[in-house]
């Protein structure tokens, strides 16, 4: 018998007679039906996530057709495994909550099982950075294939995608200008196609991010998930996952310091999902790479927004990819992105962008870097008395006349209490108010939900108001739009300065100065902070307490302590 290092019998442990142990788990291999000539190919796993709970990964069987098309062509034998999905709107109390649990699982499965590399089959909004993040840990030789995004419907002549489409015939039907009936026919034609959100959401925004740091094949982030190009993508990423095997590339070669910074680039220019800052920040802390939020603001100041997609803009994913997709955004970039960093091809990336220099581009879905949508970034971190680590603001999608303003505080304490006061008649507030959101951050007990997109108060969004500042330890889906101030860091449950806003105080944003103050004095901060008392009660058993004792703030992108690289310091915030 051979002392074989790869296929099914890698990895083995034996106890003694390590003859006996590749006897007993090829005869238990053996039992699938597989020839012992297929055993003795390199395995590819493939991290399979199809779920009768995960409506984008719909068309996930017949891509793995397609995957282990390539892999059995390249002479590897390809071999699935499931691990959780996490479908976004069926998930509470939020599916942020579960990615880590995710990445855990993927990082635990690639490193336990027999694989000699694994392409990782991801895409609704949490799936790509939770495999990102277990990949990176696991460091074996990995690429992903992303589920792609799904076509466009229509209602009334009129293009719809999911879900920005969603919040904009929400926003009329709670403004009393459309009925229920019409409602209900919209709902029908919103999600019609498998695949991820149909606009620049977090699915979306991870899939480029996935390209921009070299971890999917290049040109492959945003082909529809219905479209044949997608099935040739499956099968090419199967193949080249079977030539990292003879060529290995470990994901920590790949996500580096100068590749996660041209991530941010690209996300900037994509004025993408405030979401990917967090999840960013988690894939780059498997490798050891922090990200700095002055730096973010620095690289904001110098990158333009090229891409015209919703929610921002006019333009669905279809027409993104049609238009040159990642290639033609990458080559926009290029004058300002690290080019030697590695890809999952073998190749760098200036390699990469030199081969298809000459590729055509629709510029009313692409713009170029001369004539940008926008000539900065579409994301910035403020900071100040009120977010003293950091708080989001995604400037592309807010009302520029509400960034340099102060106003009088509308506090809501809770989810609960948000939706117990939003729409009653008697609620003191109006449009120059600034709403506030408590205890809607990660070490709340809802987990931080997609709730800072605190919904216009309903007699103001009956007498037309459709934008105001809002304020929130919480995320916004990276489908939504507003003046909405994110992230607010360290978060209320922690007991951070936003925990200690009244209604009635002050607040100043100014855009222009990246700040956000809480304009009350220290004595009354300090006086307010005994009141405040003991935080809400830590789980007893199961995920939430570990959940709850390792999960770190949003600048340390929602990871648990104990996940991180260890070559990152202790933040000191795990409490067990
Ligand atoms: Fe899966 Fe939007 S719900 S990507
Ligand atoms: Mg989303």
């Not at 170029?368 to 403020?382: M, N, T």
């Not at 005994?530 to 830590?538: D, I, K, S, V, W």
């Amino acid at each position: 018998m051979t002392d074989q290092t790869h296929g099914v019998a890698g990895g083995l442990t034996n106890y003694g007679d390590r003859d006996f142990s590749i006897y007993l788990r090829r005869s238990f291999a053996q039992s699938m039906g597989y020839s012992l000539d297929m055993l003795k190919r390199p395995v590819v796993g493939i991290a399979y996530t199809p779920s009768g709970f995960n409506n984008c990964h719909r068309h996930f069987p017949e891509m793995l057709e397609a995957v282990k098309r390539g892999v059995i062509a390249a002479g590897g034998l390809p071999l699935e495994f499931p691990t959780i999905s996490l479908g976004e709107v069926f998930l509470s109390p939020t599916s942020l909550r579960y990615r880590n649990l995710m990445s855990m699982d993927t990082e635990e499965m690639i490193s336990a099982q027999p694989m000699d590399s694994v392409v990782l089959m991801g895409g609704c909004d949490k799936t790509v950075p939770a495999q990102l993040m277990g990949a990176v840990s696991a460091n074996k030789p990995a690429i992903q294939l992303i589920g792609g995004p799904m076509m466009t419907s229509r209602h009334k002549g009129e293009r719809l995608g999911a879900c920005t489409d969603c919040r904009r015939f929400w926003a009329q039907y709670r403004a009393g200008k459309i009925d229920a009936e019409e409602i209900q026919t919209v709902e029908g034609r919103l999600a019609t196609t498998a695949g991820t959100c149909a606009v620049m959401g977090t699915a979306s925004t991870m899939a480029c991010l996935a390209e921009a740091l070299g971890m999917i094949l290049p040109g492959t982030a945003a082909i529809p998930a219905v479209h044949a190009d997608r099935l040739r993508a499956a099968e090419a990423t199967g193949i080249a996952a079977v030539r990292l095997i003879g060529a290995p590339i470990r994901p920590k070669q790949i996500v580096t310091k100068d590749s996660v910074e041209n991530a941010m680039r690209v996300l900037l220019a994509l004025g993408g999902s405030t979401n990917a800052i967090i999840h960013l920040t988690a894939i780059a802390g498997r490798a050891g790479v922090e990200i700095d939020l002055d730096r973010f603001n620095a690289l904001s100041d110098e990158t333009p927004v090229l891409v015209d997609l919703k929610p921002t803009g006019q333009h669905y994913m279809e027409d993104f990819h049609a238009a040159g997709g990642m290639g033609a955004v990458l080559r926009e970039l290029r004058p300002l992105l690290n080019l030697d960093v590695m890809t999952i091809t073998g190749e760098t990336l200036r390699q990469r962008l030199d081969a298809d220099a000459e590729s055509w581009v629709d510029r009313s879905v692409i713009a170029s870097r001369e004539e940008p949508l926008e000539p900065v970034g579409g994301l910035v971190a403020l900071f100040g008395s009120l977010a003293p680590r950091g708080a989001i603001l995604k400037r592309s999608a807010a009302d520029k006349s509400l960034f340099e303003r102060e106003g009088r505080a509308v506090v809501f304490s809770s989810l609960a209490d948000l939706a117990a006061r939003i729409d009653d008649p008697a609620l003191d507030v109006n449009a120059d108010d600034f709403m506030v959101l408590q205890n809607a951050g990660p070490h709340s007990a809802s987990g931080m939900p997609e709730a800072g997109y605190l919904p216009i108060p309903k007699k103001l969004a009956a007498a037309g108001v459709k934008d105001m500042v809002r304020i929130s330890d919480a995320r916004m889906s990276g489908t939504a739009f507003g003046t909405i101030v994110l992230h607010v860091t360290p978060d209320a449950a922690s007991g951070g300065p936003l925990a200690l806003v009244r209604n009635g105080d002050r607040i100043r944003l100014s855009v222009r100065d990246r700040r956000i103050e809480l304009l009350v004095d220290e004595a009354e901060l300090s006086r307010r902070r005994r009141e405040l008392g003991r935080h809400q009660e830590t789980p007893r058993r199961g995920y939430g307490r570990l959940y709850a004792n390792q999960v770190l703030d949003a600048d340390g992108g929602c990871d648990f302590a104990f996940l991180r690289s260890e070559d990152l310091p202790d933040r000191g915030e795990a409490t067990e």
